[in-house]
């Protein structure tokens, strides 16, 4: 994964737009439900995309062992694996954010 990749996802313009619609009181329902749906499509990419990293991780760790490698993983391959894992569990952590959301009427 490239650089920049990584520093769209850490970045303040997600979270600003995240909570943007908080922020602005013109915004309409139907702007804001426009404004959700488009958090929800991008949380899903985003979701699809580091489950994806997290599964690819994992394999190369996996192929390190007997009998296809020397049987032990290499350092640079477990912390891209928990990175990658850490990075799924933060989206699973928004994934809980919205579903609260729905859960007590606030987003619908």
């Given at each position: 994964?490239?650089?920049s990749k990584q520093k769209h996802?850490?970045?303040?313009?997600?979270?600003?737009?995240?909570?943007?619609?908080?922020?602005?009181?013109?915004?309409?329902?139907?702007?804001?439900?426009?404004?959700?749906?488009?958090?929800?499509?991008?949380?899903?990419?985003?979701?699809?995309?580091a489950f994806n990293r997290m599964l690819d991780a994992q394999a190369a760790v996996t192929r390190q062992f007997y009998p296809h490698g020397s049987g032990a993983p290499t350092r640079?391959?477990?912390?891209?694996?928990?990175?990658?894992?850490?990075?799924?569990?933060?989206i699973q952590r928004e994934w809980d954010r919205i579903g609260e959301e729905f859960n007590s009427g606030e987003r619908s």
């Open positions: 994964m490239s650089s996802w850490a970045s303040s313009d997600v979270l600003k737009r995240r909570l943007s619609w908080r922020t602005i009181p013109s915004m309409d329902l139907t702007e804001q439900r426009k404004f959700w749906r488009r958090e929800e499509q991008d949380l899903t990419e985003r979701y699809s995309a640079e391959s477990m912390a891209a694996a928990n990175q990658a894992r850490a990075e799924f569990k933060a």
